[in-house]
């Protein structure tokens, strides 16, 4: 008897609390910010790595072979247009000049006397003294001393470029290289190593390059009948550099390549930056920052969605304010903002924070987006 009224007390007691946790109210559903989606005319930015070269970059090679006599000019300098720069040992190239001016006026003497024996003769076969044979002949002797001064004058002339030649000249304004060869070196035309090499930087190229898909899309954004026509129609890009800063400048595309690498699957463009300071030289790296005009895009802030399994979700709320985790299509940015394709429409609404913790179906009560978060989906 004891026994079984100890029993009915437990009873009683579990009874009893599985009464109170059954009396137990339900947690509040959270109280999370909700926005509104609506469209508007954006600008995406879209990222491309982008490789530097100036207009002008030339490799500075000797044209004749001998002893680098001096250099005139250090590495990094700027030297002008037509600016010695270095000097090989010049007396073979003037010895040769000199021998080609004496082969000139031996030439030009054998002319002389070919030509007196034609005026010698010339009278003699009139008056039937001499046969008309040997006027001939030495008239053909004039023709062959003429034909010598030209030849002559031709190797004067080639000694003179070459004589020309001890003396490297800039062909362009720009920066000087890195120097190889010190003085005492013996150059060739035929070493693999230049002299230095010439960039001429006041105005830089910066190529990069496309994928298809993103050739046609961007093709696809501007009108025009021709590439050329399109790309007068293109806005001004920006460079940003190795810093993550832009470029004080903004560039202009002027250059499509006329076709695919067919190991890479890309086409490459040109943009031209002006760069009066020389801040840019050849071989800095950076990215092109495209800009595409998008009209009545769908923007949702990124800090509304969520990732997961390569996906990009957002929560969006119906007229029972339950949440579904809806997936997006995400085709660009704009500043802080998705550009969304699919997945939301204008005039659904989404939760904007606290969506770590959300589960599908879970109930929330819906605050109005604050002015300061509202202009989050507006700023670029």
Not at 54 to 76: C, Y
Not at 101 to 127: F, G, M, R, W, Y
Not at 188 to 197: G, M, V
Not at 297 to 322: C, G, H, R, W, Y
């Amino acid at each position: 008897m004891k026994n079984v009224i100890i029993t009915s007390f437990i009873l009683a007691l579990i009874l009893s609390s599985c009464a109170d946790k059954s009396q137990a109210p339900a947690p509040a559903a959270p109280l999370l910010p909700v926005l509104a989606v609506s469209s508007a005319n954006t600008i995406t930015d879209t990222e491309y790595p982008a490789s530097i070269q100036g207009t002008v970059d030339v490799e500075i090679r000797p044209q004749v072979s001998g002893n680098l006599d001096r250099v005139l000019v250090d590495e990094g300098a700027y030297v002008t247009k037509g600016q010695s720069l270095f000097k090989i040992n010049e007396r073979p190239f003037r010895e040769q000049l000199n021998n080609a001016l004496a082969s000139l006026h031996a030439a030009e003497a054998a002319l002389i006397n070919s030509q007196l024996e034609v005026d010698k003769l010339t009278p003699l076969v009139q008056n039937k003294v001499v046969s008309d044979y040997q006027l001939k002949t030495a008239k053909a002797s004039q023709k062959i001393a003429a034909a010598n001064i030209e030849q002559a004058k031709a190797m004067v002339e080639s000694a003179r470029i070459n004589l020309s030649y001890t003396n490297v000249t800039a062909p362009v304004s720009g920066y000087i290289g890195r120097l190889p060869k010190k003085q005492g070196s013996l150059v060739s035309a035929a070493d693999i190593e230049p002299l230095t090499k010439l960039s001429d930087v006041h105005e830089v190229f910066v190529y990069f390059s496309l994928g298809e898909t993103d050739f046609i899309n961007f093709k696809a954004h501007y009108t025009g009948n021709t590439i050329g026509d399109k790309i007068k129609k293109l806005p001004p890009v920006t460079l940003i550099l190795a810093d993550n800063n832009a470029y004080e400048k903004s560039g202009k595309i002027d250059m499509v390549d006329g076709q695919f690498d067919k190991n890479t699957g890309a086409i490459t463009l040109r943009a031209t930056f002006p760069n009066a300071n020389g801040t840019l030289r050849s071989g800095n790296t950076g990215k092109i920052r495209l800009g595409l005009q998008h009209d009545d895009a769908i923007l949702i802030p990124q800090s509304a969605t969520v990732e997961m399994q390569d996906k990009i979700f957002v929560f969006t709320v119906n007229n029972e304010n339950k949440v579904n985790k809806m997936p997006i299509i995400v085709i660009g940015k704009s500043g802080v903002n998705y550009l969304i394709s699919e997945g939301v429409k204008s005039g659904d609404q989404i939760v904007l924070s606290g969506i770590d913790k959300l589960q599908e179906g879970q109930l929330i009560q819906p605050e109005k987006a604050t002015s300061k978060v509202a202009q989050i989906i507006n700023k670029k």
